[in-house]
């Protein structure tokens, strides 16, 4: 078994390896065609992708995907096919990680189905480690949310140049004693992570909220975001400082979504949760956010982690 990178003949092979789990002409024609055409949007560099081959014929595909914020996301085939053995995976993971790293790649992160064992092992085998499991929710807005949304003396401040050190400071807070994902904390600095959120869906800074109570202290904050061609908006970020928490403000934040979205046009608002961050899942569940599907979340460094007390994250929604 060769490990390799995709020649431009094979790209369209290792797409349906990597889509549909068919290395051959047969597959979802739809499913390759779509990701073709985001491919181009989104600038991806679909020669990056790295491939094991036996002979001519693709047994396994990995596509690395830089996103900002210096992480990379590897999406891989659903299953691993007879003759792929986890030293087989490991050792492509290790290439594409290798190349990455020479472009200033901080971390990589693999997303995979729960069902999908097989490939879990392998990815676990080839350093990675569980961070959580994620499920991503949604829920539909046709009207908004009345009456008062912000308490009395409660102040929400949009993000600009001016307030940016603002939220990275509530960011940083939200993430002391927090259940979401706190395999992540120090693992990245606040400044690559709020470039990640920012290309989470489609930024607008009018849609970036930092949330402080009458004494003037910023508690929470709340990053959304509109969808990619089609209606609705998803929540990037939502979080709460320990002195916000306790005081119903999740709830708040909740109903600043609902309307934001309501604003915009309606649709879907969606989110991802960590399961076990049972604060946010009963807020979620509160707001009528139905479970959509789940993922686990592995990564894996590859770099000498950021100075201790940098607290951040790289899973961007």
């Not at 709020?194 to 930092?210: Q, S, Y």
Request: contains cysteine; glycine residues 10%.
């Amino acid at each position: 078994m060769e490990v390799r990178p995709v020649k431009r003949e094979e790209i369209e092979q290792a797409l349906r390896l990597i889509l549909t789990g068919s290395g051959q002409n047969a597959g979802d024609d739809d499913a390759v065609l779509d990701f073709l055409q985001l491919s181009v949007a989104r600038g991806i560099d679909l020669t990056g992708i790295w491939v094991a081959a036996e002979r001519s014929r693709l047994s396994f595909a990995a596509l690395p995907m830089p996103t900002p914020g210096k992480t990379m996301l590897l999406m891989l085939p659903a299953r691993l096919r007879p003759g792929v053995s986890n030293e087989t995976v490991a050792h492509l993971l290790d290439q594409a990680c290798l190349d990455a790293e020479k472009d200033g790649i901080r971390m990589a992160q693999i997303l995979i189905n729960p069902e999908h064992q097989a490939v879990l092992r392998a990815v676990l085998d080839a350093r990675f480690s569980h961070v959580a499991e994620l499920i991503y929710l949604a829920r539909e807005v046709h009207t908004p949310i009345g009456g008062r949304v912000i308490p009395d003396g409660f102040v929400l401040t949009q993000y600009d140049r001016v307030t940016h050190p603002r939220f990275a400071r509530t960011i940083e807070r939200s993430y002391l004693g927090s259940m979401d994902c706190p395999a992540l904390n120090g693992r990245r600095n606040i400044e690559d992570i709020l470039v990640g959120h920012k290309h989470a869906g489609e930024f607008d800074p009018e849609l970036w909220f930092v949330l402080s109570d009458p004494a003037g202290n910023d508690v929470g904050v709340l990053l959304l975001s509109r969808l990619h061609r089609r209606d609705g908006m998803e929540i990037v970020y939502i979080g709460l400082s320990p002195a916000g928490r306790g005081r119903g403000l999740g709830d708040v934040l909740m109903r600043i979504s609902v309307n934001a979205c309501h604003r915009e046009g309606g649709g879907q608002l969606l989110c991802g949760c960590d399961t076990n961050n049972l604060p946010a899942t009963r807020l979620y569940h509160r707001h009528s956010f139905g479970m959509l599907y789940s993922r686990l979340a592995l990564a894996r460094d590859l770099a000498a982690p950021p100075t201790a007390g940098a607290l951040a994250k790289f899973i961007d929604g």
